[in-house]
C-alpha cells in the first residue's frame, strides 16, 4: 500500500509569486490535513478536508488556501509569497474523520524556499 | 496558543537505559494523544497513541502513560537504542479533529 506522497519534493520561488503544493493520501483515506513547519516552530496546523470539505482551519492568513479533490488528493495554494513563507510543508491523510480518533500519516513533506 | 507544550528540547540517554519524554497539554478537551518520530526534512512517523479513556499503552520497547489529572502523557523508550536518537513529537486532538503538536524533544542515545 502506497503511503502519502507529496509533489514537489523541493521547490524555489521569489517573493510576490504563488505556488501550489499536491498531495495524494493513502488509497481510501478521506482527510487530509496540511501542516507548515519552519526552524524552531512546532508543527503549526493550516487546515484539513474531509470529501473535499474544509472541515477545520488554522489561524494563518488567506493567502494559504486549498481544496481537495473527489479522489481525495489535494492541493495547497500559497499567493503572493513571503520570505517568512519558506518552510517545509507536510501533509498527513487519515483513514476517517467526523469525531473518530485515528492515526495521521505523513508524506515527506515539500520543502519551499522564497528568495 | 500553545496547547501542548514539550519543555524539553533535548534529552541525551546511554544506549540500553530507559528515555522518558515527556508532554503537557492544557485543552481538557483532547481525547487522543499520538508520538511522532521525526528526522530533518521528513515527514513525522506515527509511533503510538492512546485515547483519553486509558492510562496507559503499550508497543513493543514504547509504552506511553497517560495522567488526565495533570494533563500530562510520557513516552518510554525500554531499552533505547541509538537508532531511536530522532526528534519525537507529541500531539493531541479531540473527537478526530486536526492535531496539535509540540515542539519537540531531540533524543540522542549514545552508544
Known amino acids: 500500500k502506497a503511503g502519502v506522497t507529496q509533489t514537489p519534493r523541493y521547490l524555489i520561488k521569489t517573493r510576490g509569486q504563488q505556488v501550489t503544493l499536491s498531495c495524494s493520501p493513502i488509497?481510501?483515506?478521506?482527510?487530509v490535513s496540511w501542516y507548515q513547519q519552519t526552524p524552531g516552530q512546532g508543527l503549526q496546523f493550516l487546515f484539513e478536508?474531509?470529501?473535499?470539505?474544509?472541515?477545520n482551519k488554522g489561524n494563518f492568513p488567506g493567502r494559504f488556501s486549498g481544496r481537495q479533490f473527489s479522489n481525495s488528493r489535494s492541493e495547497m495554494n500559497v499567493s503572493t509569497l513571503e520570505l517568512g513563507d519558506s518552510a517545509l510543508y507536510l501533509c498527513?491523510?487519515?483513514?476517517?474523520?467526523?469525531?473518530?480518533?485515528?492515526?495521521?500519516?505523513f508524506g515527506q513533506g515539500t520543502r519551499l524556499t522564497v528568495v | 496558543d500553545q496547547q501542548v507544550k514539550q519543555n524539553s528540547p533535548s534529552l541525551s540517554v546511554q544506549e540500553g537505559r530507559i528515555s522518558i519524554l515527556n508532554c503537557d497539554y492544557t485543552?481538557?478537551?483532547?481525547?487522543?494523544f499520538l508520538w511522532y518520530k521525526k528526522y530533518p526534512a521528513e515527514g513525522p512517523t506515527f509511533l503510538i497513541s492512546i485515547s483519553s479513556i486509558k492510562d496507559k499503552n503499550e508497543d513493543g520497547r514504547f509504552t506511553v502513560f497517560l495522567n488526565k489529572s495533570a494533563k500530562h502523557l510520557s513516552l518510554h523508550i525500554v531499552p533505547s537504542q541509538p537508532g531511536d536518537s530522532a526528534v519525537y513529537l507529541c500531539?493531541?486532538?479531540?473527537?478526530?479533529?486536526?492535531?496539535?503538536f509540540g515542539a519537540g524533544t531531540r533524543l540522542t542515545v549514545k552508544p
Open positions: 488509497s481510501g483515506h478521506r482527510s
Open positions: 500531539a493531541a486532538s479531540r473527537r478526530g479533529d486536526d492535531m496539535r
Open positions: 478536508y474531509f470529501s473535499e470539505t474544509q472541515r
Open positions: 498527513a491523510s487519515k483513514a476517517a474523520g467526523g469525531g473518530l480518533n485515528t492515526e495521521a500519516f
Open positions: 485543552n481538557s478537551m483532547f481525547d487522543y
